[in-house]
């Protein structure tokens, strides 16, 4: 292992190490799906009564009350109830969750028709998974950056090379580590950084530098890979 990450130093110091990100699997688990554009339509009739009405919790007809199709291309703040913009309140996040749970619970659904138990479903999926996508900083940011109409980078020519020799670096420290304790410090150092890096995304939103926001994400993906290694040698050292 160790002549392995040797050779990735040669390679980042005498050739263009963009390539290194090509082979990085480890970092497809962050990607979200491609991009796709939402737009503001009027609602659609109400399945039930026909009335094209505001709907309660962008879900319920307001004339009917029945619960209406899924909307799989609603806008997560929307659906959540929270502004376009990456700083939220995680709390008010997870109360606005529950209390979209509570609304489609399939228990409340049991005795109506086979639509509104088949609707009741659909959205608690898509409320499951909005609510994962804003819950989490990275992938927040890169929802943010959809909706900018933007992509990010498939390799990592966002980021500099003595950043990818650090994280190579890093990744030795963790190999070495022979205890937890050791582990426990270097996963600290990583939380810290990751806090720091979320807050720096909420400056580049608001000033709109969308480059340095894929570089941000880019960097914070580098992080979350090895917190993974960090888990697994800790895995590994309960084991033995």
Request: hydrophobic share 35%; glycine share 4%.
């Amino acid at each position: 292992m160790r002549s392995v990450i040797n050779g990735l130093k040669s390679a980042v110091k005498a050739t263009n190490y963009t390539t290194l990100a090509r082979n990085a699997n480890q970092f497809k688990q962050f990607r979200l799906p491609e991009t796709r554009q939402f737009s503001v339509e009027s609602a659609p009739a109400c399945w039930n009564c026909q009335k094209k009405s505001e709907l309660k919790q962008n879900m319920i007809c307001s004339d009917c009350g029945h619960l209406q199709d899924v909307n799989s291309g609603i806008n997560y703040f929307k659906l959540l109830s929270f502004p376009i913009e990456f700083s939220l309140e995680s709390q008010k996040l997870t109360r606005s969750f529950r209390l979209l749970q509570t609304i489609v619970h399939p228990d409340k659904y049991s005795n109506r028709t086979s639509r509104e138990q088949t609707n009741s479903a659909d959205w608690s999926s898509l409320i499951n998974k909005a609510y994962k996508t804003l819950s989490t900083p990275i992938e927040r940011g890169q929802y943010l950056l959809q909706l900018e109409g933007e992509q990010m980078p498939q390799d990592n020519s966002a980021l500099n090379k003595e950043f990818l020799m650090a994280m190579m670096e890093r990744n030795e420290e963790v190999e070495d580590a022979k205890d937890t304790e050791t582990l426990e410090g270097l996963n600290a150092q990583l939380i810290n950084e990751l806090e720091n890096m979320a807050q720096k995304l909420n400056i580049l939103f608001k000033t709109q530098d969308l480059s340095g926001v894929k570089e941000t994400l880019v960097a914070m993906k580098y992080l979350l890979s090895i917190q993974n290694s960090i888990k697994q040698k800790q895995q590994s050292l309960l084991g033995s």
